[in-house]
Structure formats: C-alpha cells, structure tokens
C-alpha cells in the first residue's frame, strides 16, 4: 500500500470555478499537497496521458475535453491514499457518487465528471511521475 496517489481537477471544473472548493475538500479530508501545478495540457499530452484508453470509442473526446481548458495536477500523501482517495471523489458517473463527494457536488456528467484520481498505487506513481520531477515534491 502506498500513502501516495494522484489527481489532477479538470477542465470543467477549473473552468466553473470549483478550484478552491475541490481543494478544500482535499486537505479536510486529510490528504497533504506534496506537488501541484496549473498547467494546460496540450492534444499530444493529453492523448499520451490517456494513451491506455486508446482504442476505447471514448478517446478522442477525452483528449479535446482534457486539453480544452487548464487543469491543477496534484500529488497527494494520506495512508491508503489511493482507496481513501477514490471514496471521497466518488463513483465517475456523479448521478450515482454518494452524498457528499466531490463529483456529488462539482460534475456535470460522466464526461465532465471534475476530478480524476488514480486506480491502483502503480498508476498514482505514473501519473505522478508523468506531471512531476522528483524536485518538484515536497
């Protein structure tokens, strides 16, 4: 088990303004910021990022919406960060996440769902490591 994992909060998101709120919820749940940046992901970073889901019907439309607008990418740091993590963002359909999470009360849809954040502890890793250098956490 790892006590870090990833998260980036996404275009639909940033763009309504929901930044500040997201990231309150984060650090009230007890998660700590070890890395973060604004950043706007271009097609070609934004299709390698999500390059596992290429031959999937949804994959085009996922890298123009991921790099449509800016995004905040984050490492984070709790025990059982991963899992803990996936609770408090919520299931990725937000008409079906749970009272009080965060795509509960920041997503749109399934597409415009607000926040991603990593399955498993090897993937926290490489998405970490694919928005972060080793001197860029703290």
């Not at 995004?71 to 899992?83: D, F, G, M, S």
Request: charged share 25%; net charge negative; proline share 2%.
């Amino acid at each position: 088990m790892s006590n870090l994992t990833f998260t980036m909060i996404k275009p639909d998101a940033t763009a309504k303004g929901f930044t500040g709120a997201i990231l309150d919820q984060i650090i009230k749940a007890g998660f700590s910021v070890k890395a973060m940046k604004w950043t706007k992901l271009s097609n070609e970073q934004a299709g390698e990022f999500y390059a596992v889901h290429k031959e999937r019907g949804f994959y085009k439309e996922l890298v123009e919406f991921m790099s449509s607008a800016p995004i905040v990418a984050a490492v984070l740091e709790k025990e059982n960060a991963v899992e803990d993590f996936r609770k408090l963002i919520g299931a990725t359909d937000p008409s079906k996440a749970a009272e009080g999470t965060i795509r509960k009360q920041f997503a749109a849809s399934i597409g415009e769902n607000a926040v991603h954040g990593s399955d498993s502890n090897e993937n926290a890793l490489i998405e970490s490591n694919f928005f972060f250098s080793g001197l860029e956490r703290f």
